[in-house]
């Protein structure tokens, strides 16, 4: 590596010291998977659970009321987090779900998660439109989603697969098994296996840790291919304190043993962690800006224009064939897009000089008006021989100053 690069990684670093990462991971997934306690245990300290305000039990024993279904809601909570030993701190923002999958009709639970993310956009997308933009203004965009399928030891369900075709659109997709305890290696492997399977066959773009053979490094390749081996994730967290030889471990203990949290043998939760909050989080934030949240303002953009047929940038989201227009062709036409908001604002610009530029003229054509006059009257008053005073005073009423004032002065001066 050379020097550049280094002093390049240092100042990175010492500005994340300062002002710390902007992080937002969203956790979704049917009760009773786990997503609590994965993130007690990502964050070392109890952010979800009652503290963080959970739905309170129902009364289903009221007649009227029993058929009610809640549905999901949208939880987001921060929290600071301290990474290494150098003081670089994230900012977490942990986006928590509960009520997903709980429904019969779960519709309406796809329809508020993905309002959700769009509104993330939006937000960023209305920020870059404005003129003088808000150095305070905090970017909420959700850079990853871990959807925690439920241990069956079979593939995916229907839910599954609907919401994650759904979603990957709008964010990275991260598949976890939650309480990967409960299955046995077989059936975990097995599990892995058929859940991998279904998602190649229904063509999911979950976050599969991409790498290029030919451009990445060869221990980027190594380390991508082992995380992306390791999909989807087998996920067992605990907030419990088990000492296990003489040292104190999370971990969570059963009559036949003790499962560690921190063991590869036992859960892949060390590599999502390190994935999530070190090795892979720029590039999940660079995916998220660069690819999903320009796919989504050209979509916008483009759908903006296309409702108004008598804009001068009329353009559709169609080709000549009326088939859809690939991924390039949507960013060329964002492009031009750009380009014509650019000239727009560039004709006002003009505009308002010139008008500036008009009035400077009109007040330097009456200044040069009223010292004509000024002058005219002095020449008149000299060759008729009016008294000083009512030359003064003529004088003042045209904006010249106090002249007896001056004349004084110059008098005592003189003596």
């Known amino acids: 590596m050379s020097s550049n690069s280094m002093s390049a990684i240092k100042l990175r670093r010492k500005k994340n010291v300062k002002k710390g990462i902007q992080f937002c991971l969203m956790v979704c997934g049917a009760s009773g998977t786990g997503r609590t306690t ?21 009364d289903y024993d009221d007649p009227t009321t029993a058929h009610l279904e809640e549905g999901v809601k949208i939880k987001p909570v921060t929290v600071e987090l301290e990474l290494d030993e150098e003081g670089t701190r994230v900012s977490l923002t942990v986006v928590d779900t509960p009520g997903f999958g709980d429904c019969v009709d779960n519709e309406a639970s796809f329809g508020e998660i993905s309002t959700y993310l769009e509104r993330q956009y939006d937000d960023i997308l209305a920020e870059e439109s404005r003129i003088k933009r808000n150095p305070r203004f905090r970017d909420n965009r959700v850079h990853v989603l871990l959807y925690f399928v439920q241990p069956t030891g ?41 859940i991998m399977e279904d998602i190649e066959h229904y063509r999911i773009p979950v976050y599969n840790f991409p790498y290029d053979i030919e451009e990445d490094d060869e221990d980027t390749v190594e380390e991508n291919a082992e995380l992306r081996g390791l999909m989807p994730f087998a996920i067992v967290g605990s907030e419990d304190i088990v000492e296990v030889d003489g040292k104190r471990v999370r971990a969570r203990a059963y009559p036949w043993g003790i499962v560690e949290v921190d063991n590869p043998r036992h859960s892949d939760f060390l590599a999502i962690r390190s994935a999530l909050l070190h090795s892979h989080l720029a590039d999940l934030k660079e995916i998220t800006h660069d690819f999903l949240y320009e796919n989504y303002r050209t979509e916008k953009l483009s759908k903006s224009v296309s409702s108004d047929p008598t804009s001068a940038s009329y353009l559709t989201t169609t080709g000549p064939d009326g088939d859809s ?63 000083l005073q009512q ?8 904006g010249g100053g106090n002249f007896m004032d001056e004349e004084d002065d110059e008098t005592r001066g003189g003596a």
Request: hydrophobic share 35%.
């Open 154 to 194: 079979h593939g995916l369900r229907e839910l599954d697969i609907e919401l994650m075709r759904r979603l990957s659109p709008r964010v990275n997709v991260i598949p976890v098994i939650g309480k990967a305890d409960s299955l046995t290696p077989l059936e975990l492997a097995e599990s892995k296996k058929l």
């Open 391 to 398: 030359h003064a005073l003529q004088h003042q009423q045209l």
């Open 325 to 387: 227009m690939d991924p390039q062709s949507l960013a060329s036409q964002s492009v031009r897009l750009k380009e014509e908001q650019l000239r727009r604002e560039e004709e006002k610009l003009r505009e308002i000089e010139v008008k500036v530029q008009r009035e400077i003229n009109e007040k330097r054509q009456e200044l040069l008006a009223r010292e004509s006059q000024l002058k005219e009257l002095e020449s008149r008053m000299v060759r008729e021989g009016t008294p």
């Open 38 to 58: 994965f993130v007690n245990t990502l964050c070392g300290r109890p952010v979800l659970g009652s503290a963080s305000g959970t739905t309170q039990p129902r």
